[in-house]
């Protein structure tokens, strides 16, 4: 005699015996510095710093901005996009890498340009993407830093640059090249306004951008274990970057802030 009738069917499995098992992908990261596995979550959580070893892990531009700025911020520009002026080609042609890249990122070129508060201060903020064509600097980003450079001076903002590039874009050649001196020139004129300009170096920094505005700023901070073209900038947040060319960059730096 039954206690009790199954009145519904028992439950399908639709899935095969050898599919059933837990999707993990994407859940767990591997510390590159000391191999643990770390969970995604607590990952974020501790800002991409392992708990474990204190490894920086590499940021795309969208969560360092998300970290650092509060709430919401004002994207300038972000229709800003390269023309192809040389209509370069190597392996495949410059115009279908930047189609590729736009499609992969949903953004148009290598930086982002945001007008936002840190910490309740007003600022303006470029975070270069090195998942763009290695955050390389072409016109496009040459012009946004510079125009993110002129609404600090506009608005009475300081200026932060978050570099992560492979250097100048070699596919608009000597275009890419003049972007250093633009670049340089507009901090110039922030710091003949007498607008600080923070520039944060992260993983990696290295070739023009390094040559030009990276190390440019009032305060030049590094990421630990962030890499520099000659050199290792490593230290930590509020220290400075050192190095062995860049420790005399930075105390003449300082001089000339505190005289
Ligand atoms: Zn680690």
Redesign the pocket.
């Known amino acids: 005699m039954a206690w009790f009738k199954r009145d519904k069917k028992s439950i399908e499995q639709s899935t095969p015996p050898e599919e059933r098992r837990v999707r993990t992908e994407g859940l767990w990261v591997k ?1 590159e ?2 191999r ?1 596995i770390v969970f995604r979550k607590d990952l974020e959580a501790n800002l991409y710093v ?1 708990p ?2 204190q ?1 920086h892990f590499k940021m795309n531009a969208k969560h360092r901005l998300e970290m650092l700025l509060d709430g919401r911020w004002t994207e300038h520009d972000a229709g800003m996009t390269s023309t192809d002026p040389l209509k370069f080609v190597d392996t495949k042609p410059y115009a279908a890498r930047l189609k590729e890249a736009k499609k992969k990122l949903g953004m148009n070129d290598a930086v982002i340009t945001a007008e936002g508060q840190l910490s309740g201060r007003p600022v303006v903020m470029c975070a270069m993407e090195f998942g763009f064509i290695g955050g390389s600097m072409g016109a496009v980003v040459g012009e946004k830093v510079t125009r993110g450079i002129e609404l600090s001076i506009e608005t009475r903002q300081p200026f932060i640059a978050i570099s992560c590039s492979g250097g100048a874009r070699m596919m608009e050649g000597t275009i890419s090249l003049m972007q250093l001196a633009k670049v340089s020139a507009a901090l110039a004129r922030l710091d003949h306004e007498k607008l600080p300009y923070i520039s944060v170096l992260t993983d990696p920094t290295t070739g023009g951008v390094t040559a030009s505005f990276a190390m440019l700023g009032d305060l030049n901070i590094g990421e630990p274990g962030a890499r520099g073209d000659t050199l290792e900038i490593g230290w930590m947040g509020t220290q400075f970057a050192r190095g062995k060319e860049l420790k005399s960059f930075i105390a003449s730096s300082l001089d000339l802030l505190l005289s």
């Open positions: 510390c510095s000391c643990t392992c474990k070893c490894f």
